[in-house]
């Protein structure tokens, strides 16, 4: 686990997913329910990178006065693009689950777990991965919703099914969101017809 560690975080991601927006909700997170105990009988978990699935988090927390929780790895992914589409290879290859920050303590309170997560690399990013491993959803019910950038749900749902055997899984919400992806598509494309090679090179 260390050596994949070692290979220095250097990328990740790939999904694309961008839409920057600010969801400035005041979602009250399941990680500070420990001492009160679960607000509600339904959690919405999400990983994001670019954004876009918190979106779809906050929206869902408030429609659903739902409980809120956002699955961060201890380790950063890198903010370049294209490192993270690597790092999320290399990762996938090795069945990398990293280390969480933090956990929902008192997953049992939940009846239904939204679980929500852009796609890396046509299947589900490591940090979902290593939720599902250290969460028991037995006898709960999963719905999934998920965002990727063109290329479909690969092998998520089957990652899902496979982590979490005993837990009820619904049929997912699916959007597409591949802006960033496409932005720097089209820059690439522009500067290659309007920039003589001399200055590509620099």
């Known amino acids: 686990m260390d050596k994949v560690r070692d290979v220095s975080r250097r990328a990740a991601l790939s999904a694309p997913a961008a839409m920057l927006l600010a969801a400035g909700a005041s979602a009250c ?19 994001t990178r670019s954004g876009n699935t918190r979106v779809i988090a906050e929206q869902l927390q ?4 739902a409980d809120l929780f956002q699955i961060v790895p201890e380790e ?41 997560f852009p796609i890396w690399g046509e299947t589900a990013p490591p940090p979902i991965r290593s939720f599902l491993r250290t969460h028991d959803l037995a006898g709960k019910t999963v719905r999934p919703f998920i965002t990727h950038g063109g290329y479909g749900l690969g092998d998520s749902l089957s990652v899902l099914k496979a982590h979490a ?29 309007s920039l003589p090679a001399s200055r590509k090179t620099g």
């Not at 890198?78 to 993270?84: K, M, R, S, T």
């Open 29 to 47: 997170k399941a990680e500070d329910q420990q001492a009160t105990g679960a607000k509600s009988n339904t959690l919405v978990a999400y990983f």
């Open 165 to 193: 055997p005993s837990a009820r899984i619904l049929a997912p919400f699916v959007m597409e969101a591949d802006q960033e992806r496409r932005t720097m598509t089209q820059v690439r494309q522009w500067l290659a017809v």
């Open 76 to 116: 950063a992914y890198p903010a370049d693009y294209e490192q993270n589409v690597e790092q999320a290879r290399l990762e996938r290859d090795r069945g990398f689950e990293p280390p969480l920050k933090g956990r929902v303590t008192n997953i049992a309170a939940y009846g239904t777990v939204f679980l929500g």
């Open 62 to 65: 408030r429609d659903l006065s």
